[in-house]
């Protein structure tokens, strides 16, 4: 079992130009550093990356307890740009998270997703295996050799548990292990912290879907695409 976890946060790059992408920029930094101070009151990460292009929020977090890693001229690759984070600070285990992945999330959560990596020899710990925003990997070392499969971090989970092989741990399947085996499931995060959450995003997945079909059904009715069964 590994015996320390890094936490390496992507804290997007250089500010956009575009006014409302500018202001989205700014929301995702300004997350990206509560999610700092709650890293830092858990006490269970050593080293704590932060990886960003933008020199001015850099400089911004300069008196936090934190190692800056900034973004060369190179254009930016995920699996590369993470792997090698991973080398230059030597970690055998780590969490990633992306700047405005978890906001919900309190230091005790962070402290209870620490542990439950250092339980574990080989497995990638996910919000969502699928589409990944966060994820606790463990050996470290195993996203070098996926690196053309990164493209962005929400390939992480699925790539590194359906080809790389390592065992995937998601909210979904943790809040079913801890009601079926109750405190000997060593669970992720509480199950009261865990079924809200999956509550939450089955309805935001409801909502979603019946707006991409409002939209699908009022394009089909301008192009006049719309037709019924029985016509």
């Keep these: 079992m590994p015996a320390s976890i890094g936490l390496i946060i992507f804290a997007s790059g250089a500010a956009p130009a575009h006014p409302m ?7 995702r930094q300004a997350c990206a550093r ?14 704590i990356i932060v990886v960003t292009g933008d020199r001015t929020f850099a400089h911004s977090i300069g008196q936090l307890p934190v190692t800056i890693d900034l973004d060369d001229d190179e254009s930016f690759h ?26 919900l999330l309190t230091a005790a959560d962070l402290a209870q ?10 497995a990638v710990i996910a ?44 909210l979904a399947v943790d809040a079913l292990r801890q009601v079926l085996l109750g405190r000997g499931a060593h669970g992720l995060l509480p199950l009261r912290l865990e079924v809200p959450l999956l509550a939450g995003v089955g309805v935001l997945f409801l909502v979603l879907a019946r707006v991409a079909l409002g939209h699908l059904e009022t394009l089909a009715k301008r192009e006049g695409r719309l037709t019924q069964r029985w016509q």
């Design 21 to 27: 992408l500018k202001q989205m920029h700014t929301v």
């Design 34 to 47: 509560d999610l700092l101070e709650r890293a830092i009151e858990a006490r269970s990460f050593d080293p």
């Design 127 to 170: 919000n969502n295996i699928n589409s990944t925003d966060w994820a606790a990997i463990t050996p470290a070392a195993i996203v070098r050799e996926w690196i053309d499969r990164l493209p962005s971090d929400n390939s992480l989970g699925w790539v590194l548990s359906h080809e790389a092989g390592l065992v995937p741990i998601g």
């Design 78 to 103: 995920f699996g590369r740009r993470l792997a090698g984070v991973i080398d230059r600070y030597a970690m055998t285990c780590f969490l990633y998270m992306g700047a405005a992945s978890a906001p």
């Design 113 to 122: 997703i620490a542990e439950a990596a250092r339980r574990h020899d080989r």
